[in-house]
Nanobody, 117 residues
Framework: VQLQASGGGLVQAGDSLRLSCVASGRTFSNWRMGWFRQAPGKERELVAHITIYGTTWYLDSVKGRFAISRDNALNTVYLQMNAVKPEDTAVYYC????????????WGQGTLVTVSS
């Protein structure tokens, strides 16, 4: 199983960015997918997740600005990031787990998002 994340880059505060993560190897529709981030000197945190039913959850600091979605036909999960802030600067990782498992099993390589003020 492999996860390939892409879409990071250098943007200005207030801009939008869309991250993508393509999965291969297993039945994607049976996975819960999440986006995590790790800022310099900080612990990794869960930013958003989407269940196999399409139910979503967001970190409070990104609610109303970020949106997670999935396209099971393309084995892809997205993170639409709007109105980004400098504090959103981090390496973003996608992760997946079989819906019955309790912890994420598969991780992408990370994509760097840098937001300038």
């Amino acid at each position: 199983v492999q996860l390939q994340a892409s879409g990071g880059g250098l943007v200005q505060a207030g801009d939008s960015l869309r991250l993508s993560c393509v999965a291969s190897g297993r039945t994607f529709s049976n996975w819960r997918m999440g986006w995590f981030r790790q800022a310099p000197g900080k612990e990794r945190e869960l930013v958003a997740h989407i269940t196999i039913y399409g139910t979503t959850w967001y970190l409070d600091s990104v609610k109303g600005r970020f949106a997670i979605s999935r396209d099971n036909a393309l084995n892809t999960v997205y993170l639409q990031m709007n109105a980004v802030k400098p504090e959103d600067t981090a390496v973003y990782y996608c992760a997946g787990r079989y819906y019955l498992r309790s912890s994420y099993e598969y991780w992408g390589q990370g994509t760097l998002v840098t937001v300038s003020s």
